[in-house]
């Protein structure tokens, strides 16, 4: 890439961010007014020099020596109203573009496929809803009120400056190739910069909230040191990438300034040539000295704000990057309101890499309208995977699955999905009150009775009602003020309240001990009566009524039937069970 190609790519990322600005137009509009004013005041105080100097102290006007002190107030009065709505203007248009933002971030995150949370860390993820979007902030208001503000008052300036003399004014523009040229090349390395910079942020965050996630774990295998030394390396990362970019800002500002002194010094230097001396007054002289020395304030600025304008860019970049993520394929026309529950896998084949070969082989089965269908075998036997498809967080490329004979392809996901309740392995609860996590996802308002009726069902209802604040306690970050068995107990009565006519249980039971299972177990089969079940067991005693047991080895169907069949057959679940059997005893 060259520096061009990047140079046209910051204008365009520049561009897309502002048209997020352009629903506030009117507000900008006054903003620049305010911005005009400001500058105006401040080529104001150097014009206030020339008659100081000139009749105030050559010819000592005693009008004109009472009329600058409330020149000079009034000039500071009109400067801090047009200051205010200057700053109050632009944060308000800035905040409304950043709620937008992660308004439209947060959304995306809501619709993006399975595959994409597989190759992203939720740190890096956070890092840019956080981190990269203040970035954006301070690009949209610090970046666009030194650019615009300073660059209004450095052209009021050199008009002043030019109508004093324009002799002496064409020598300050000898500096400006020189600077132009600094600020170009600092702006690509800060932009450059500010990439690593926001990356380093997300694998802090992402470290980080993997030792919050994680503590028991830390604390457990006595990880501390081994952890400390991760973040200290991440960190250290992070830091190295910020003092560049401080490096490279100190380094520019003092060049910019020196810069900037050559050229003043030349013109002091000029000015009070004697040929000069008799050509201006004393009042230009000072005038034009101050206007000058007024145009450095606002020069350094410009080539401060280089830094936040460019990070601004970057994490631009960041965030519309995920914004054109392809959201989950959802181009289905078929609606189906509710699904009687027959579901068919015909030679279905998956992989998640094409180069890592097939997660599952050809597989087919059926599974009739309210039956129970249990899914058995080693760990990476593709069972999870299986019925992960059927919800499509996968989409199947070889085979079809069907739902009462319709390809799951042709519906739209919001039909297909509600009519599927899932109960995985690894719960997930939500940090909220125990009533709003069972009917979580349910449209209009439930019955605090039918919400106790689903927990009664699970079995929750015992532990619930004896907490202090019973269904409005709340559960802590992902359920951690509850136990594993009451986690797992919410979950199934949130699939009982949403009452689909498909069943997911994926290794539903796997928390509780066995008093708890052997209820769970009787509520369970009562449910499964009236819906069709795909049940992933790792205890072969909770599937021994299934009607239909499929055996699952490397992705493929090795044997199915009944418990008893399958015994029967004495292969390979006959061989799990004696397994299992023998770990028990």
Same mark, same amino acid.
């Given at each position: ?133 203040? @970035?954006?902030?301070?690009? /949209? $208001? *610090? &970046? %666009? ?10 052209? +009021? ?84 990438? @910020?003092?560049?970019?401080? /490096? $490279? *800002? &100190? %380094? ?10 050559? +050229? ?105 309208? +309210? ?215």
């Amino acid at each position: 890439m060259t520096d061009n190609d990047v140079e046209i790519s910051a204008v365009q990322l520049y561009k897309r961010l502002l048209s997020y600005a352009k629903p506030y137009w009117r507000a900008f509009v006054a903003v620049v007014l305010a911005m005009i004013v400001y500058a105006g005041t401040e080529t104001g105080v150097a014009m206030v020099m020339k008659p100081l100097m000139d009749q105030g102290f050559v010819e000592r006007d005693p009008d004109i020596i009472q009329l600058i002190p409330l020149a000079i107030i009034g000039l500071f009065l009109v400067r801090g109203l047009a200051d205010f709505f200057t700053t109050y203007g632009l944060g308000w248009i800035a905040r409304n573009v950043i709620k937008t933002l992660r308004e439209q971030m947060f959304n995306k995150l809501l619709v993006l496929p399975a595959p994409f949370y597989d190759h992203s860390t939720s740190g890096q993820l956070m890092s840019k809803l956080v981190y990269d979007v203040e @970035q954006v902030a301070s690009a /949209a $208001t *610090d &970046a %666009v009120l030194t650019i615009i503000r300073d660059s209004l008052t450095i052209i +009021g300036l050199l008009i002043w400056m030019f109508y004093l003399s324009g002799f002496l004014s064409l020598l300050i523009f000898f500096t400006v190739p020189f600077i132009a040229l600094l600020v170009y090349y600092v702006s690509i390395r800060f932009r450059r910069i500010s990439k690593h910079i926001q990356n380093s942020m997300g694998d802090v965050s992402h470290v980080s909230g993997e030792i919050i996630e994680g503590h028991r774990e830390v604390k457990t295998f006595g990880g501390q040191a081994y952890e400390s030394k991760r973040f200290d390396r991440v960190n250290q990362g992070n830091r190295r990438q @910020q003092m560049k970019k401080i /490096a $490279t *800002d &100190a %380094v520019s500002q003092p060049l910019t300034a020196l810069i900037a002194a050559v +050229g003043m010094a030349l013109v002091i230097y000029i000015a009070t040539l004697p040929q000069m001396l008799d050509k201006i007054t004393v009042g230009d002289f000072i005038s034009f000295i101050t206007a000058m020395m007024m145009l450095l304030t606002p020069m350094k600025r410009l080539t401060k704000v280089n830094a936040k304008l460019q990070a601004g860019i970057a994490a631009a970049e960041s965030i519309f990057k995920l914004l054109d993520e392809r959201p989950e394929v959802d181009d289905g026309q078929r609606r189906l309101e509710r699904a009687e529950g027959r579901i068919e896998y015909r030679d279905v084949s998956f992989s998640y890499n094409e180069n890592k070969g097939r997660v599952l082989s050809h597989i087919n089965f059926i599974a009739k309208p +309210g039956q129970t269908i249990a899914f058995v075998g080693h760990s990476g036997s593709g069972k999870t995977t299986l019925v992960s498809l059927l919800a499509r967080f996968y989409n199947v490329r070889d085979g079809q699955i069907l739902i009462d004979d319709i390809d799951i392809n042709e519906l739209k996901l919001a039909d297909l999905r509600r009519q599927i309740s899932l109960v995985n392995q690894q719960v997930v609860l939500f940090n909220d009150s125990i009533a709003n996590n069972i009917r979580y996802g349910l449209p209009g308002e439930i019955s605090e009775q039918t919400i106790i009726d689903a927990a009664k069902s699970a079995h929750a209802w015992d532990f619930i009602q004896r907490l202090p604040e019973g269904l409005q306690t709340q559960v802590g970050e992902n359920g951690v003020l509850l136990s594993g068995g009451q986690r797992q107990r919410l979950a199934i009565a949130r699939a009982l309240l949403r009452d689909s006519p498909i069943l997911i249980l994926d290794e539903a039971t796997s928390a509780l001990d066995t008093e708890a299972e052997r209820h769970i177990q009787a509520a369970l089969e009562h449910l499964m009566q009236q819906r069709t079940t795909l049940v992933i067991a790792h205890r072969l005693s909770t599937i021994e009524k299934a009607d239909l047991i499929v055996v699952m080895h490397n992705g493929e169907i090795m044997e199915t039937g009944t418990h008893s069949e399958l015994l029967a057959k004495g292969s390979h679940y006959a061989e799990l069970h004696r397994l299992q059997f023998q770990e028990q005893a």
